[in-house]
């Protein structure tokens, strides 16, 4: 009784109910997850095992082979695919396995193959190799040094002569040990490819997935399965008690990063209602308070263009000829002075806004001088700009010296020394951030919000006055770079509690898009 009268109450308090989406209570968000970057292993199937067996009918004493071959393992494929904000799915994850194939089967029977795996992320993405382990490559390495040595050739014997090796040979079960030394082997077939394997991306793999991507592109094939006993008869054996085993999958570490996180990004002092504005243009359901940070992470937000509610369909083609019929907004945390120093939310928030295709510079006009707010975030924004474009600077030279792939290190040792197999580094250490330096060359605008609350009318104004000084230059951009982006900047005053004056940012994010 006593908690429905209090609901009851609240209720009654509730001043608009059509507005309540953008004013909510404080428990009424959803706290979306959100990852920029992560590392994924990656494996390709391993095949299944070729088959020992014979025919086995009536009137046929010593029946011939008819093992069949083991199936090939599934492969590994990636596709990037508009819709998908974030890495996060994939970063719990971490590791994305495609099955194994099955094994060969008597009357040759062939195995079934392996399942594929499919790893969708969102258009932007960037996929970089840390690390492989690539059996084939070994078996080839092995393969050649034995042809090199002839060591397992004895002229005159067909098909030359191998020893068992256990983790290449598998025999009829129940054989004992005295049998297994009696066996002739065969020399080890040359090992085999999968012929999907030349659809693989060179190593190390570097992928720019910026397009919406219809089919998926082939990263890792499957390995081939072992092959069936019937491969192995000879003049002299022709009923082999041995079958190949499948090849072990590839195993490849990846690190993914967002290079666009979103098409718009909203840039602001805490609490001046960039999440309040996410939620009046977006679908988005942000946390929304009314006191600093309360946006501790990005939230990203999809605008539909047209959703028939009365917005305005707008349907443009982007650069890449594409018909869009919604973009993102990237709300982040609230930026304070000396960001650029790692206060606050810092740095991390200053990464997202360096991946925002236009800017979006959200200014409270009931906060005072709008200007001075609209100088300081500049002054943060293009501060971190100059610490990134030293930092690549020294990046790309510590890289081009370091970086190597696991497998053309082993590659270079004498192919005399026997090969260990290369194994997977189980510490795998990040990649350092992919950079994009020119911030102040990005479109941007103002959106001067609260615009409701009395007094804002002459602080709008004053901002209003800067900001045509910028565009017919009166005044320096406000980032200080030469090369910064000022063609005829807008500010739009807006209530974004009210959802009013922001009707025409999407049409305005469309052009600048185009820019
Ligand atoms: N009057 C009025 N209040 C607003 C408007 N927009 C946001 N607010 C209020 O301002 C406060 C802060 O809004 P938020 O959207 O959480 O601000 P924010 O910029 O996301 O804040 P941080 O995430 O902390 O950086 C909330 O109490 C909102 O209700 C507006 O247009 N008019
Ligand atoms: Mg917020």
Redesign the pocket.
């Known amino acids: 009784m006593h908690d429905n009268a209090q609901s009851e109450n609240q209720n009654n308090a509730e001043p608009d109910a059509k507005y309540s989406q953008l004013?909510p209570t404080p428990d009424d968000y959803a706290l979306t997850p959100f990852a920029d970057r992560c590392i994924l292993t990656i494996e390709a199937g391993s095949g299944g095992h070729g088959c020992v067996s014979f025919v086995r009918e009536k009137y046929i004493e010593e029946g011939p082979p008819n093992g069949g071959d083991g199936g090939s393992g599934g492969n590994v494929y990636i596709q990037a695919v508009r819709g998908e904000t974030s890495l996060h799915k994939l970063a719990r994850r971490r590791l994305m396995k495609a099955g194994r194939g099955r094994n060969g089967q008597g009357k040759m029977r062939g195995g079934e193959r392996g399942a594929d795996v499919l790893i969708t992320v969102p258009v932007g993405t960037i996929v970089r190799e840390i690390q492989r382990h690539d059996p084939f490559e070994t078996a080839e390495r092995e393969h050649e040094e034995a042809e090199r040595t002839g060591q397992m050739d004895l002229p005159g014997e067909e098909g030359g002569k191998g020893s068992y090796r256990k983790d290449k040979w598998l025999v009829f079960p129940g054989t004992v040990p005295t049998e297994l030394n009696r066996m002739v082997f065969p020399r080890l077939p040359p090992p085999r490819r999968s012929h999907l394997a030349a659809l693989q991306p060179e190593a190390p793999m570097w992928l720019d997935l910026d397009k919406h991507m219809e089919t998926p592109m082939l990263i890792a094939a499957g390995s081939m399965g072992g092959l069936g006993n019937p491969h192995f008869v000879t003049s002299n054996h022709s009923r082999p008690k041995m079958a190949t085993r499948g090849d072990e999958g590839m195993k490849i570490s990846l690190q993914l990063e967002l290079k666009l996180l979103a098409d718009l990004g909203l840039v602001?002092l805490?609490?001046?209602?960039?999440?309040?504005l996410l939620r009046a243009l977006s679908n988005s359901r942000a946390r929304?308070?009314?006191w600093?940070?309360?946006?501790l992470q990005p939230n990203v937000g999809t605008v539909v263009l047209d959703n028939h509610k009365g917005r305005p369909a707008v349907l443009r083609r982007g650069t890449d000829g594409e018909l869009r019929e919604n973009f993102t907004i990237a709300?982040v945390?609230?930026l304070i002075e000396d960001a650029h120093l790692d206060r606050g939310l810092g740095l991390g928030f200053l990464r997202h806004v360096e991946r925002a295709a236009v800017l979006a510079f959200v200014i409270d006009l009931s906060a005072g001088d709008a200007v001075a707010a609209l100088k300081l975030l500049w002054k943060e924004v293009s501060e971190y700009e100059a610490l990134r474009e030293r930092e690549l600077n020294a990046d790309t030279e510590r890289r081009m010296v370091t970086y190597r792939p696991a497998n053309s290190e082993t590659r270079r040792k004498g192919t005399s020394e026997r090969l260990e197999s290369p194994v997977m580094n189980p510490s795998i250490e990040e990649l350092p951030y992919l950079t994009s330096t020119d911030i102040s060359s990005k479109p941007w605008f103002v959106v001067a919000?609260?615009a409701?609350?009395p007094g804002t009318q002459a602080v709008y104004q004053d901002l209003q006055m800067y900001i045509r000084q910028i565009n017919n230059g009166e005044q320096p951009h406000p980032s200080g770079r030469k090369n910064a982006w000022k063609r005829n900047v807008q500010s739009i005053p807006?209530?974004?509690?009210k959802a009013e004056g922001v009707e025409i940012l999407p049409q305005l994010v469309m052009d600048l898009l185009d820019e």
């Open positions: 004013d602001g805490p609490n001046v209602g960039k999440s309040t929304i308070g009314n600093a940070f309360t946006t709300d945390p609230g919000t609260k409701d609350l807006v209530s974004a509690i």
